[in-house]
């Protein structure tokens, strides 16, 4: 089967319907699993006839070749990949007079940035964003990982994140990063009208020109014998406390 390439196909239930819904003009083919059928999937396949997307039974042989990684569920879609935004779109989003980014520094991991994704989406932050380079960006993982959320908001790639951080502050956001030994509690944070939280990589948190170019630094307390979480675990907690006090 021949993919084009700006054509991507994506497995999984949850990210197949986000497509289906946000932008059915994109999916050119539904592949089915020959030997699944549950009503569930027979929904799915109506769906995608009535948006006009071709619906195919396909073999083991199939799902293996191209859902190798992904847990498919018996469902795979060709469609269009989803471009991430450029930095032309912070210039319109910085316009606004109450807003929440998420940033995410040199995180690597498609999991954690799957799962960041889909807190963002349930968290309806304005936009997510990664530097150009040592950060993953929308590959498959991430998109299956998301549930959906990679679909539902604005995902921006910016060149030199530091020059980001400097832009935002001069439109009155408040960046706020995340260090295991910063002096303030999350749960302590007064927060303005417009925040950008940064989450740092897996393994060595912000690097040091972002933690200096943050006009604050927050912490979770650990009470139990671990020393921090997961990038993903404490974005999620995080996000949703920014959402509590905003």
């Known amino acids: 089967m021949r993919i084009e390439e700006d054509q991507e196909i994506i497995c999984g239930f949850n990210i ?25 999937i027979k929904n799915m396949s109506s769906k995608a006839q009535s948006s006009g997307v071709k619906v195919s039974l396909k073999d083991k042989d199939f799902f293996s070749i191209y859902c190798q990684d992904h847990n498919h569920q018996g469902l795979a879609l060709l469609c269009n990949k989803r471009k991430a935004e450029d930095e032309s779109l912070l210039e319109e ?5 109450s807003l929440l980014f998420l940033i995410l520094d040199h995180v690597t991991d498609p999991q954690n940035v799957g799962a960041c994704l889909r807190s963002a ?34 995902f921006v790639i910016v060149t030199n994140l530091v020059r980001t951080l400097k832009k935002m502050k001069l439109t009155g956001v408040e960046i706020i ?20 939280l940064v989450i740092g990589s897996e393994n060595k948190g912000l690097r040091k020109l972002t933690a200096e170019n943050c006009d604050r630094l927050i912490r979770i307390d650990m009470p139990g014998p671990m020393e921090s979480l997961n990038a993903s675990v404490a974005c999620g907690i995080l996000l949703f406390e920014f959402i509590r006090k905003f």
């Open 177 to 196: 990063g995340t260090e295991k030994s910063a002096s303030e509690n999350y749960k302590d944070i007064c927060l303005d009208k417009k925040n950008a």
């Open 93 to 97: 989003l910085l316009k606004k007079d």
């Open 121 to 154: 989406a349930a968290a309806n932050v304005d936009a997510v964003i990664v530097p150009k380079n040592r950060s993953c960006h929308l590959t498959p993982t991430v998109r299956k990982i998301s549930s959906g959320g990679s679909e539902l908001i604005p």
């Open 16 to 40: 197949i319907e986000t497509v289906l819904n946000s932008r059915p003009k994109s999916a050119k083919a539904l592949f089915v699993l020959d030997s699944k059928s549950n009503s569930r």
